[in-house]
């Protein structure tokens, strides 16, 4: 059971013109633990759920499916969503009809709470197929006050995450950052490298032809002159058009 707690926040509206406060609804958070309630979400979204009892092998079916297919149900959702922006409830998508129709029917209840207030109460089953499902916690999620620090996916693991800071946009912690940020170097300085190499090859290579009257092909010439550099490297940089072959310059 969830409560749509009874701290309302009223909202006013602006009118250009006249900057008269108009009083036009009110924003009821669905939770008082929104960042317990965010986390659920998120895991959903990577995949994990939390333990469910089923009876019988119908419902465990029915669970196994709806593990499986409901979090690429939510990243589409959620791509929708992040793509409409702010205004994303009012337009007229094929999402939001869905979600309005799947709200309609959704049976909900005035109930008393401790403290002598109201909630709104509404059933927390499970849906019964990976789409109804997918509704219910992507409903249960723009319910959510907290709901715009739901970020990702991360460039690095592909994980959905909660953002900490406006910061942390692209990954989805530092340790995904830092590695993400050394893979990039490591391969920036083999670039490098390999750069270096094909310049000095092509550079002995070039000597090998002023040379002329020598009998070593120009592959054992290069690897002498530069002992870091294989035979190997030598072909397979020609055939990758690396690299010029002094043969070839000897035709022309
Ligand atoms: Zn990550």
Redesign the pocket.
């Known amino acids: 059971m969830r409560y749509l707690v009874s701290r309302a926040i009223v909202i006013h509206e602006m009118t250009p013109r006249r900057k008269r406060a108009l009083y036009t609804g009110r924003y009821v958070p669905i939770t008082n633990r929104p960042r317990y309630e965010l986390k659920k979400f998120v895991n959903a979204m990577n995949g994990i759920f939390p333990p469910e009892q089923v009876l019988g092998e119908d419902e465990s079916k029915a669970l196994q499916r709806r593990h499986a297919e409901t979090p690429t149900i939510l990243h589409e959702f959620y791509r929708v969503w992040r793509l409409s922006g702010p205004d994303a409830i009012n337009h007229q998508c094929k999402l939001w009809r869905e979600i309005n129709e799947y709200w309609a029917n959704m049976a909900t209840q005035l109930v008393g709470v401790p403290g002598a207030g109201a909630a709104i109460r509404h059933n927390g089953r499970p849906g019964q197929t990976p789409r109804k499902e997918a509704l219910r916690l992507f409903i249960e999620f723009l319910l959510n006050p907290e709901c715009d620090r739901l970020a990702g996916p991360?460039?690095?693991?592909?994980?959905y995450?909660i953002r900490g800071s406006v910061r942390n946009k692209l990954?989805?912690?530092r340790?995904?950052g830092t590695r993400s940020t050394a893979l990039a170097a490591t391969r920036k300085r083999r670039d490098n490298e390999h750069a270096d190499k094909l310049r000095r090859a092509q550079k002995a290579a070039d000597k090998w032809i002023e040379h002329g009257h020598t009998r070593l092909d120009w592959k054992t010439w290069v690897t002498r002159k530069e002992p870091d550099i294989t035979s190997k490297f030598l072909t397979r940089a020609v055939n990758n058009g690396e690299l010029q072959s002094p043969l070839e310059d000897k035709k022309l």
């Open positions: 991360c460039a690095r693991c592909g994980k995450y990954y989805c912690s340790s995904c």
